[in-house]
């Protein structure tokens, strides 16, 4: 047997096969656009590493659409019969058992199975960033760092992927509020990791929650070597690029990033298309009219309201529909959730809470009647981070619960809302924040007027 980048043995039996394999942690691990041809490359050399194809198929999953269930199940078919040959290790049969798990409709039984290699040799590093991604789409901010914080003793700057790690650990950090400690761990993982665009898009993170937003863009804009290279996520950098400028009032950079870099290629995975949709209610929200930008985005959705794989995705779909005022198709979207929240499986749990109050919430307010919109998506907030997804990604449903409490005349609730989005980013009020406080002194002023005028 051989070893592997992550310090693990393989039963891989081929140089050409080892160094295919370390293509494919690494791409996982910077996010690089040659991932995918690493691990065709893996294949080809090793056609029986049940791992690749085990790879292979929780790849497909985490793509979050029906389409690629198929290839995932093949994949598993392969890893199968790979396993049946014998002499595979038993972090390659943990890595098989995950794939069976998800395909049942048990993530959350996957990280499981990862984190039990994990626990085989604490620095297996593609393991935990498995575990990672997978407690992310989950929107497990708390488990994430748990994980991560049991494989920091075994990566030291000798690990050659210790640099990763502390990205990941970065990540977890901000997502649970530790804005300072998780700006430290990234840009020190930077200095190890240079192409590590997790890690920079953490520290990007920190800047967008604590209202820093100079030293977000300066950051973004001089690391370029640390996300250029990536795969579609170098669009979600631009994205946190984007919302620096919106927070700033930056309307025509907003605008021209949408267009030349956000949502310049028009793809149709999932998070691409949240990028785009969130920002493109954002801009709504402030009374942009970004003409008929929305047109594109609510024909993709339209073609994908029965797809049922993610709550995050189709909540986002939700945003393009009413976006575009596509009724009809809202309709069948709010109906969809429904019935996926009667099924089996983590999925299933999400889309009964928060995704049925969520959805019929967004559909309200794409009817403007603010009133329901409030009411049920302010039902749905406790448990929006079981969407998935970073508190960036989340915030535009925290906005449009604000937004319709505001339209409703529901002031005191938005007030309380408010002041509770502005003490998860450290106390820091950003523009949004500043505008509807503001708003709220307005409404109240006008009502009091109104009250002595009678």
Request: glycine content about 8%.
């Given at each position: ?5 992550s310090t ?42 049940a ?9 497909c ?18 890893a199968?019969?790979?396993?049946a040959l ?8 943990l ?32 393991s935990?960033k ?14 994430m760092?748990?994980a991560?914080?049991q ?43 240079k ?10 993170h ?12 300066s ?50 995975d ?21 003409g ?14 029965d ?8 909540m986002?779909?939700?945003?393009a ?50 009133a ?27 906005r ?36 509807r ?18």
């Amino acid at each position: 047997m051989l070893t592997d980048i992550s310090t693990c043995q393989v039963s891989l039996d081929s140089a050409p096969a080892l160094d295919a394999w370390n293509g494919v942690i690494l791409g996982v691990l910077s996010h690089g656009q040659s991932t995918g041809d690493h691990l065709g490359a893996l294949i080809k050399h090793a056609p029986d590493f049940a791992m690749g194809h085990a790879m292979r198929g929780l790849a497909c999953l985490m793509l979050g659409r029906s389409e690629m269930i198929a290839p995932a199940q093949a994949a598993q078919v392969e890893a199968a019969r790979a396993l049946a040959l014998g002499g595979t290790t038993k972090r390659e049969c943990l890595w098989c058992a995950a794939l069976d798990d998800w395909l049942v409709g048990r993530p959350s039984a996957a990280i499981t199975r990862m984190e039990e290699a994990v626990r085989l040799n604490p620095a297996d590093t593609i393991s935990m960033k498995l575990s990672h991604g997978i407690r992310f789409m989950l929107g497990d901010n708390r488990g994430m760092l748990h994980a991560v914080e049991q494989v920091l003793p075994a990566h030291d700057p000798a690990h050659p992927l210790y640099g990763y790690v502390l990205g990941c650990h970065a990540f977890a950090l901000e997502e649970m509020g530790q804005y300072e400690a998780a700006e430290r761990a990234g840009l020190r993982g930077l200095e190890f990791a240079k192409d590590d665009a997790w890690g920079l898009h953490a520290v990007a993170h920190v800047y967008d929650m604590t209202h820093r937003t100079d030293q977000g863009i300066s950051l973004i804009d001089n690391n370029l070597s640390a996300w250029s290279h990536c795969n579609n996520f170098r669009f979600h950098v631009w994205w946190h690029k984007a919302l620096l400028h919106l927070d700033q009032g930056d309307i025509p950079t907003v605008l021209d990033l949408y267009d030349s870099k956000v949502r310049d290629e028009k793809t149709d995975d999932y998070r691409d298309f949240s990028n785009a949709s969130s920002l493109l209610m954002r801009l709504e929200l402030e009374g942009i009219d970004v003409g008929d930008r929305w047109v594109e985005l609510a024909d993709l959705a339209e073609s994908r309201t029965d797809d049922g794989c993610l709550t995050f995705a189709d909540m986002h779909y939700m945003l393009a529909l009413i976006g575009d005022t596509r009724a009809d198709a809202t309709d069948r979207l709010t109906a969809q959730v429904a019935q996926n929240a009667r099924k089996d499986g983590d999925m299933a749990q999400v889309m009964l809470s928060p995704g049925k109050a969520a959805a019929t919430g967004l559909a309200a307010f794409g009817e403007a009647n603010y009133a329901e919109a409030f009411a049920h998506l302010s039902t749905a907030k406790p448990d929006f981070q079981a969407m998935g997804g970073s508190h960036a990604q989340r915030d535009v449903f925290e906005r449009l619960t604000i937004e319709a409490g505001l339209r409703a005349g529901r002031l005191a609730e938005t007030e309380v809302l408010l002041r509770a989005r502005t003490a998860l980013r450290a106390g820091c009020e950003d523009s949004f924040a500043a505008s509807r406080m503001q708003q709220l002194g307005q409404l109240r002023s006008y009502g009091a007027q109104s009250t002595a005028a009678e």
